[in-house]
Nanobody, 120 residues
Framework: QVQLVESGGGLVQPGGSLRLSCAASGSIRSINTMGWYRQAPGKQRELVAIIISGGSTNYADSVKGRFTISSDNAENTVYLQMNSLKPEDTAVYYC??????????????WGQGTQVTVSS
């Protein structure tokens, strides 16, 4: 019904930058929110940043001022620009979308995850 395909993860040195992308496809009528979550080994999945269809955003305190979430509504794509990366940002990053889907209605969907490793 809905597929979320992430890209852009990888290995980067502390202080470096990465840009994650996530494209949603399928029988989507509309998207209310898209966001990024992350899960480090041994820790629970946590919200990183979220963008609502009207354009408002919300960030985890740990990434404010360093990460920027944006979207291309025409392409059902969300981006996460990550600057000044720290080793503690190392995690699997998951894309999330809350979508209105044909014949199914509103539902919460996840991507497969992309690894971000910050290390020297």
């Amino acid at each position: 019904q809905v597929q979320l395909v992430e890209s852009g993860g990888g290995l980067v040195q502390p202080g470096g930058s990465l840009r994650l992308s996530c494209a949603a496809s399928g029988s989507i009528r509309s998207i209310n929110t898209m966001g990024w979550y992350r899960q480090a080994p041994g820790k629970q999945r946590e919200l990183v940043a979220i963008i609502i269809s009207g354009g408002s955003t919300n960030y985890a305190d740990s990434v404010k001022g360093r990460f920027t979430i944006s979207s291309d509504n025409a392409e059902n794509t969300v981006y996460l620009q990550m600057n000044s990366l720290k080793p503690e940002d190392t995690a699997v990053y998951y894309c999330n979308a809350y979508c209105n889907v044909v014949r199914t209605g509103w539902g919460n969907y996840w991507g497969q995850g992309t690894q971000v490793t910050v290390s020297s």
